[in-house]
Nanobody, 117 residues
Framework: QVQLVESGGGLVQAGGSLRLSCAASGTIFTINFMDWYRQAPGKQRELVAGVTSTDGNSPYYADFVQGRFTISRGNAKNTVYLQMNSLKPEDTAVYYC?????????WGQGTQVTVSS
């Protein structure tokens, strides 16, 4: 069973930065597909960014984070990071890591990001 653990959330002022981390365990296989999603209160969960290779050379981003967020793979196996710069109050949400392995999705418990104005 794959388990995902996110960390790095917190409270930051508008314009600030945070770096989220996600580490997957419970599998001997390399996970190629890892994404970051977010869910704000009263809103649906939405894709923020994702990567489809273990070298991180195939990232994709939601339009609302283009140029501000960067997704990358870690040197450790099955880790992924989300560097978030120029944060805005509307980025406030619970951020979730998702991994897909053999056609099955696995989710982390989420980490809260709060951006104050």
């Amino acid at each position: 069973q794959v388990q995902l653990v996110e960390s790095g959330g917190g409270l930051v002022q508008a314009g600030g930065s945070l770096r989220l981390s996600c580490a997957a365990s419970g599998t001997i296989f390399t996970i190629n597909f890892m994404d970051w999603y977010r869910q704000a209160p009263g809103k649906q969960r939405e894709l923020v960014a994702g990567v489809t290779s273990t070298d991180g050379n195939s990232p994709y981003y939601a339009d609302f984070v283009q140029g501000r967020f960067t997704i990358s793979r870690g040197n450790a196996k099955n880790t992924v990071y989300l560097q978030m710069n120029s944060l805005k109050p509307e980025d406030t949400a619970v951020y979730y890591c998702k991994a897909m392995l053999f056609g099955r999705d696995y989710w982390g418990q989420g980490t809260q990001v709060t951006v104050s104005s």
